[in-house]
């Protein structure tokens, strides 16, 4: 059984960083490309950004990038994500997932992502 446990949300002001961390069980980590994605209330889940299984290959939403990274370390089989110069309308639950289909690199990027994690919460005060 898959699971992913995302860890690092939190409260901090605009401007603030936080890092998110997604520990991933039963599967084989580096076979699988990796994702953040985002979902505040009443809208829609938005993509973040992914990354790739083996290859460092790596795709950015226009709305994170510059600002958030996105990285993995296969040897702890955990994903992370870098937010830097939070602004209040990155309050969101904040999830990982995994891509059900090894090695795959899709297209449109981070698309068939059925595995999940539970979710960790990001509040950026104004």
């Known amino acids: 059984q898959v699971q992913m446990v995302e860890s690092g949300g939190g409260l901090v002001q605009a401007g603030g960083s936080l890092r998110l961390s997604c520990t991933a069980s039963g599967l084989t980590f580096d076979h699988h490309a990796m994702g953040w994605f985002r979902q505040a209330p009443g809208k829609e889940r938005e993509v973040l950004s992914c990354i790739s299984s083996n290859i460092p290959r790596t795709y950015y939403a226009d709305s994170v990038k510059d600002r958030f990274t996105i990285s993995r370390d296969n040897a702890k089989n955990t994903l992370y994500l870098q937010m830097n110069s939070l602004k209040p309308e990155d309050t969101a639950m904040y999830y990982c997932?995994?891509?059900?289909?090894?090695?795959?690199?899709?297209?449109?990027?981070?698309?068939?992502?059925?595995?999940w994690g539970q979710g960790t919460q990001v509040t950026v005060s104004s």
């Open positions: 997932a995994a891509d059900v289909v090894p090695w795959r690199w899709a297209l449109p990027r981070c698309q068939g992502y059925n595995y």
